[in-house]
């Protein structure tokens, strides 16, 4: 990539954002629409989770692929085509004529998606090589994150309101032409040197794995234990051949020498775990406080603002923080909220009271606005910038990894608490075991934080980039 001017770097930064926007305001917006699609559409608590799950297990099993592939064919390729299966799968989404269909555009939708975000970070990544003009760069994209919270409860409950559930998906529209449009002027190609192989196997592998294992825990509550146990025989079947089957490859899907590096194999985890958290966290949120405090959609996006607002504005100082100390501090303050947070609902029922309710939305918010810039700069700045597209695929599945399971696993206890009784009163109950999941996410990302990234864990760190660079040298040299 040639080296660029500091107006255009932070133009291809604001191009890379408006990707992000879209796929993230997806995601808000439809979990506010959740109950009006349910009613609309007379699905089931397991169908809502699919039209979320659906969406986040095909961007999971899809995200390295394009990652891998955008380093081989272009990232401006990628990028585009992403922008264009994206904002074709949206109408589809709007015209939707049943849950089956629904969950279908979704999966196109998740096609497009899985182009768009890794790719954008590579760009980024490569864009940006100081690394903290990078780290405030990722502190920026973590912000749009909290813009589309913010945004997302409010344009959803205004639309769902006003016009229905299915105007939620024109919104993509405008925003992915203009996406298109700005990328084809002002962005500029890039690519690894060398080119990297596809890996059939190892891409079945992981549809298989993320596919069955997802099944097997939305489904658990009504399939019986012999189906759950044969999907999850499945899953761990494929996740077995998965680890046996790429460090054999010269150029495997998954590169799991990425994980000799303590910071980077911390920032999957913390990923996975704190992206699992936001799920259940707006899973429950959503459903509790249409379906049982009796809001309307626009209502229920007021009552989550003060969660937006903060992730909104602590996601870019968490990059400066970054950027200048180092992503120590950014991680124990997400782990302590989020874990906060969790506690308060699930030891002392905070969604019953109006002001435990917003002090539990804040630290969440808090949270989950610290915890983004860490997981992305961990997870790229260690690596050659000839694998920037793989490691921050790896990055970006593990968050969609993580919002399937909270998805999946809150649901289910959920199911299995409700039960057979009324929903309105049995919800808090219900709801108590899946909150102590979600503070038990919230310690996982403090205790793998403080674990992780410390002196010791980066030294893990300079050895793996020493050994994939020297590794990548002897194999562009005919050596390997």
């Known amino acids: 990539m040639p080296e660029l001017s500091h107006r255009r770097r932070l133009l291809v930064l604001a191009i890379c954002c408006m990707s992000l926007l879209i796929v993230s305001l997806d995601n808000t917006v439809l979990n506010v629409a959740l109950p009006s699609m349910q009613k609309d559409l007379h699905t089931s608590l397991a169908g809502m989770q699919w039209t979320i799950d659906a969406y986040t297990l095909v961007l999971a099993a899809l995200l390295m692929l394009a990652g891998s592939t955008a380093d081989r064919i272009g990232r401006r390729k990628v990028f585009l085509a992403g922008l264009i299966v994206f904002t074709i799968g949206s109408v589809l989404c709007s015209l939707a004529p049943n849950l089956e269909s629904l969950v ?35 502190g920026v994209w973590g912000g749009v994150v909290g813009i589309s919270m913010a945004a997302g409860p409010l344009v959803g409950g205004l639309l769902v309101d006003s016009v229905g559930w299915r105007s939620i998906f024109w919104v993509n529209l405008p925003v992915g032409l203009a996406a298109l449009l700005l990328t084809l002027r002002y962005v500029p190609e890039s690519r690894a040197p060398k080119a990297r192989r596809p890996d059939p196997v190892g891409q079945l592998l992981v549809i298989a794995l993320l596919g069955s294992l997802t099944y097997a825990i939305i489904e658990a509550p009504d399939s019986g234990a012999a189906k759950t146990l044969a999907f999850g025989t499945i899953a761990f079947a494929a996740l077995a051949a998965l680890l046996w089957y790429e460090p054999r490859r ?13 910071p980077f194999s911390g920032a999957t985890v913390i990923a996975v775990s704190a992206f699992a958290a936001l799920g259940g966290f707006l899973f429950l949120s959503t459903l509790y406080l249409q379906n049982v405090r009796g809001l309307s959609a626009l ?6 603002l003060p969660m937006a607002a903060m992730t909104f504005v602590c996601a870019p100082l968490s990059g400066r923080l970054v950027g200048s100390r ?40 808090l949270g989950f606005g610290f915890v983004n810039a860490p997981i992305t700069n961990t997870a790229v700045s260690g690596m050659p910038r000839a694998q920037a597209g ?7 599945t593990s968050r969609q990894i993580g919002q399937t399971l909270g998805v999946a696993v809150i649901g289910a206890v959920l199911a299995s608490g409700v039960g057979s009784s009324s929903y309105r009163d049995s919800f808090v109950a219900a709801a108590r075991p899946a909150w102590w999941i979600i503070a038990a996410c919230g310690l996982a990302v403090l205790a793998v934080g403080a674990l992780t990234s410390g002196p010791w864990a980066r030294r893990t760190a ?19």
């Open 104 to 138: 279908a555009f979704r999966m196109i939708q998740a096609v497009g998606g899985s182009m768009l975000n890794p790719v954008a970070m590579s760009i980024i990544t490569n864009t940006f090589t100081d690394p903290r003009e990078r780290a405030r760069a990722i």
């Open 250 to 262: 010269d150029e495997p899907l998954i590169d799991l020498r990425f994980f000799r590096s303590a």
């Open 299 to 304: 209502h229920a996006g007021l009552w989550m």
């Open 326 to 365: 180092g992503p120590r501090l950014s991680l124990l303050v997400a782990g302590t909220a989020m874990t906060a947070s969790g506690v308060l609902f699930a030891a002392f029922e905070a969604e019953t009271a109006n002001t435990t309710l917003v002090i539990g939305y804040v630290l969440f918010g």
């Open 390 to 396: 793989v490691a921050a695929a790896v990055a970006s």
């Open 462 to 480: 300079d050895r793996t980039a020493r050994h994939l660079s020297s590794a990548e040298l002897k194999e562009s040299a005919g050596v390997v």
